[in-house]
């Protein structure tokens, strides 16, 4: 088994419980990209770059729901309206953790759970 860290913002909440509402603590998203996630980042491995970090909320969120527009830029901006919504489905928002990830709170290695 091999370990992956990743960093995670300090104020991040803890990972939820597999299947239990998702809380925004972004282990998911900081350890790889989901399939849309590939597509917005150009790539299959390490944090996504659409996530985003709320300040205000003290969590994660999707880019591709709260910064369509910052994300496809200014040619693709119209298309904004149309991401969020599909967004929504693609990345099961409001279904429950799925990440099958194990976290160390004390070092912050993440270790898949097979």
Do not use: F
């Not at 370990?3 to 350890?31: E, M």
């Not at 150009?42 to 999707?62: E, S, V």
């Not at 709260?66 to 298309?79: I, K, M, Q, T, Y």
């Amino acid at each position: 088994m091999s370990l992956q860290v990743i960093h995670i913002h300090p104020s991040a909440p803890v990972k939820p419980a597999l299947g239990a509402p998702c809380n925004g603590c972004g282990v998911c998203c900081l350890a790889e990209p989901c399939p849309l996630g590939q597509v917005l980042s150009r790539r299959r491995r390490g944090a996504c770059d659409a996530l985003r970090w709320d300040n205000a909320g003290g969590l994660y969120r999707c880019g591709a729901l709260v910064d369509a527009a910052g994300l496809l830029g200014p040619r693709g901006a119209w298309a904004a309206p149309l991401l969020r919504r599909l967004a929504r489905r693609w990345i099961a928002a409001g279904l429950g953790c799925d990440a099958s990830l194990q976290v160390d709170p004390g070092s912050g290695p993440v270790r898949p759970t097979e």
